[in-house]
Each structure stands twice: as structure tokens, then as C-alpha cells.
């Protein structure tokens, strides 16, 4: 499966005119446009929103369940509107609109004679408006935002390959800083066994000039190895290897996988700060800050990961 950014974006329109079958009663080069947009940026869940005209938002319902079904986090936006491509043209009513405006026309006037009479300029906005209303685009809704959503899922996707070739990328070069440190502590208990050694024999030629005596070496035996204790990251580089591991397993396999990444992410930087915490030597603390600096990187990214 691939790896879905929540970030995308489609557009899409239908034109009246690509449809054969719609008839309008008007004869005019106008025709009626559908208008649909989807955005979607990162968020903890799905959230949806509609930005409809009032024509189309009877179709909410239809849309929400049909997104529902699509996508899983992220916050989706989706604009829809009919827009008149015509409204500059003029449009000429034809004879059987003409009647009926001229029918109500007699109609209210017999209740109400001295409401003034129908001008030229109503009867032709009146005429659009029923032109209007027959184009009914509403049902070209869903069948076009299916077409967007394809579109928007391909943006996804475009955008969860260049995240997860990212990733991969900071996986490898915390996989190098994790070969870097680990030759380190083998060299720091030494080195610091041998300053503990060499301490003790000072503190002792300072007392009576002899040797050291077999106890005071077992002291300083003794705190070396509390002191290699206390400096050990052999567990933390163990499981932050493992943690590199699983993440490469989760971006291989794609899906919904961005929860379970933020998780490792954070189990990451958990490994890494404690890495620093132990540092005895500014070799390990360079390298500690350095992987806290890509596992930082990782970290944004993760949260546009679906």
C-alpha cells in the first residue's frame, strides 16, 4: 500500500454544455457551470466541512458519506457552487415563456390593479432565472466529486512518496549516528577505569609510599565500573534500532500508519535525550543532539502522514 500525505488539493468543473441531454427553454449561448473544490491539510481525525450554494446543499449528506468512506484524518474542505457562464449574454425568452409570464402577469393584476406592468428588463431576468432553475446541475454533483476525490487521493499520494523517501533518509542517518556512538562507551569506561587507577595510586604514594594495596584497587575497580554503568546507551541504541526498524516496516507498508509513526517518533526522542543525559564525552552529546535534530525533522513531517 502507499503512503498517504493528509495535505492535497483538487478542482474540478462541469458545464452544462458537456452534457447532451439537458434541454433549457431559452435560446442562448449562456450555459450553467458546476464549480467543485477539495483542500485538505493535517489533523489528529477527520474533520469535514461544506461550503455549498443553496442550490446543492441537499447534497451534504450524500457528500459527507462519500468522503466518509475515502478518508480517514485530516481536515477536508470541500466548495461547490453553479455559476452562470452566460450572465453578460442576452438571452431571449422563448414563446411559451413569454406566455406564462404574460399569464401571471394577468393574474395578479386582476387582484391588484394598479400594480404596474412587466418591463423588458424584468421579463429578461426573470427568464434566466427559470433558465436557471431548469439547468439542475445537482445531480452532476456526486459523479464530480468522485472524479475529485480520485484527484485528491493521487495528490496525497504523490505527496506520502516524497514523505516517505524523506523518512527513509533520516532513518539511514540515525542508523549512522547509532554506529558512531556505539564504539564510544567501550572507550570511555576504559579510559575512565584507568584515570580511576591512576587517582588511587597518587592518593596512596601521597600517604605512606607504598604500593597500591589489593583493596583500594578493588575500589577503584568498583567505581569505574558504577561509573560504566552510569554512562552505558547500549539499551537505548538497542531500542532505538528497533524503533528504526519498525518505522521503515510501517513506511514499506504503507496504509493508515501516521498514529503509529507519531508514536515511534516520540519514542525516538525519548531514546535520544537519554543518550544525552548519559553523555560523558562531547563526541556523545554531538551525536545526541544530532539525532534529536533529524528525529525533530521526522517528527513534523510525520504529522501530514494519514
Not at 461544506?50 to 458519506?65: C, G, N, T, V, Y
Not at 431571449?92 to 412587466?118: G, H, K, T
Not at 560523558?280 to 502522514?305: P, Y
Request: with cysteine; glycine share 4%.
Amino acid at each position: 500500500m502507499s503512503v498517504y500525505s493528509m495535505t492535497g488539493y483538487a478542482c474540478l468543473q462541469h458545464s452544462s454544455t458537456d452534457n447532451n441531454s439537458l434541454v433549457t427553454e431559452a435560446r442562448s449561448t449562456a450555459s450553467a457551470r458546476l464549480g467543485l473544490e477539495i483542500r485538505s491539510v493535517n489533523s489528529r481525525f477527520l474533520d469535514l466541512s461544506f461550503k455549498l450554494s443553496d442550490e446543492l446543499r441537499q447534497h451534504e449528506p450524500a457528500l459527507r458519506e462519500l468522503l466518509t468512506q475515502r478518508l480517514k484524518r485530516g481536515k477536508v474542505e470541500v466548495r461547490a457552487g453553479l455559476d452562470n457562464t452566460g450572465a453578460g449574454t442576452l438571452t431571449e425568452p422563448s414563446p411559451r415563456m413569454l406566455q406564462r409570464l404574460n399569464a401571471a402577469q394577468d393574474n395578479v393584476r386582476a387582484w391588484l390593479p394598479q400594480a404596474a406592468p412587466l418591463s423588458v428588463a424584468e421579463v429578461l431576468r426573470l427568464s434566466a432565472g427559470e433558465q436557471n432553475h431548469s439547468t439542475d446541475l445537482g445531480a452532476e454533483l456526486l459523479p464530480l466529486t468522485q472524479r475529485a476525490l480520485a484527484a485528491l487521493l493521487e495528490s496525497r499520494e504523490r505527496e506520502g512518496a516524497r514523505l516517505a523517501t524523506m523518512l527513509q533518509d533520516r532513518i539511514e542517518q540515525l542508523r549512522q549516528l547509532a554506529r558512531q556512538a556505539a564504539p564510544l562507551i567501550p572507550q570511555l569506561v576504559e579510559q575512565q577505569r584507568n584515570r580511576f587507577l591512576e587517582r588511587w595510586k597518587d592518593a596512596m604514594a601521597l600517604t605512606d609510599g607504598s604500593t597500591l594495596p589489593e583493596a583500594a584497587q578493588d575500589r577503584a575497580l568498583t567505581e569505574a565500573t558504577a561509573f560504566a554503568i552510569r554512562i552505558d546507551v547500549a539499551e537505548e541504541l538497542t531500542r532505538l534500532d528497533s524503533h528504526l526498524d519498525e518505522l521503515s516496516r510501517l513506511i514499506q507498508k504503507g496504509g493508515e500508519i501516521g498514529k503509529r509513526l507519531d508514536f515511534l517518533i516520540q519514542e525516538l526522542h525519548r531514546e535520544a535525550n537519554t543518550m544525552g543525559s548519559k553523555s560523558a564525552a562531547l563526541e556523545l552529546t554531538r551525536i545526541s543532539v544530532d539525532m534529536k535534530v533529524l528525529i525533530e525533522q521526522m517528527r513534523e513531517q510525520v504529522q501530514n502522514i494519514e
